[in-house]
């Protein structure tokens, strides 16, 4: 029984209301309304997370996200976070989590990861962790891609919090689940991934309704759209 999800739901929705976010979503018939799936997400805002989730709200879907283990230590987000049924994962032992959240898929539940591990600064797709391809092939569950482009102008890496900010538009993208091969290595359905994930994330970016104010307004825009974020750094050599 869900005692602690449905209400951190209907108070996000509430704030959203009452800031007057500019919320679509698109695609929301991608997320099976029963059974285990892997919802894989860009990653540009601290918020992510929460819009992710909303995105999965028409299919009466929750999603048990995967997040650092210092959220689930703080005195206040932790008892949230373990209410709610996330996922801790400890990058010094990071088998346990993906073993947690492999038995999630398996008993039908959602579960949500953001491949790229850390905030994109450059607010294009980074390179990808492999975890999201392996969890679906291990539950044989499948694997969504999904972009969420507005929430950075709220919160994101290296810019001052403005959560009181009203009107900000906010584009949800959810793909169609990715085929996944029998035999296929998880590294090439990343590949797969991260080209389905800058495809989802180009076309809310090019969709978005509202353009930067001023010159100092156009640190929300990747540069290859005349913003002002830092290029995407380099592929590290193998």
């Known amino acids: 029984m869900e005692l602690v999800y449905p209400p ?60 650092k283990k210092a959220v689930f230590d703080h005195k206040i ?9 996330h996922i801790p994962v400890d990058r010094k032992a990071g088998i346990g989590a993906f073993h947690e959240a492999t038995t999630a898929l398996e008993r039908g539940e959602v579960v949500g990861v953001f491949p790229e591990a850390t905030i994109s600064e450059s607010f294009t797709v980074k390179e990808l962790k492999t975890g999201a391809a392996r969890m679906a092939q291990e539950a044989r569950v499948p694997l969504i891609p999904m972009a969420v482009w507005g929430p950075h102008r709220l919160w994101t890496k290296g810019r001052k919090k403005e959560l009181t900010k009203r009107h900000v538009p906010v584009l949800i993208k959810i793909g169609e689940a990715i085929h996944l091969p029998e035999g296929a290595s998880p590294e090439a359905i990343t590949v797969t991934l991260k080209q389905r994930l800058s495809s989802l994330l180009d076309a809310v970016q090019r969709a978005y309704p509202e353009k930067p104010a001023n010159d100092d307004d156009r640190w929300w825009l990747p540069a290859h759209l005349g913003g002002t974020a830092p290029l995407p750094r380099p592929a590290a050599a193998v």
């Open 8 to 67: 951190v739901v209907a108070l996000a929705k509430t704030m959203f209301r009452a800031l007057d976010l500019k919320i679509e979503v698109e695609g929301h018939e991608h997320i099976p309304t029963t059974g285990g799936a892997v919802l894989a997400s860009n990653h540009s805002s601290y918020l992510d997370f929460i819009f992710c989730g909303l995105g999965t709200q028409p299919s009466k879907r929750l999603v048990r996200f995967m997040a």
């Open 77 to 85: 987000s932790g008892p949230l976070m373990r209410g709610m049924r």
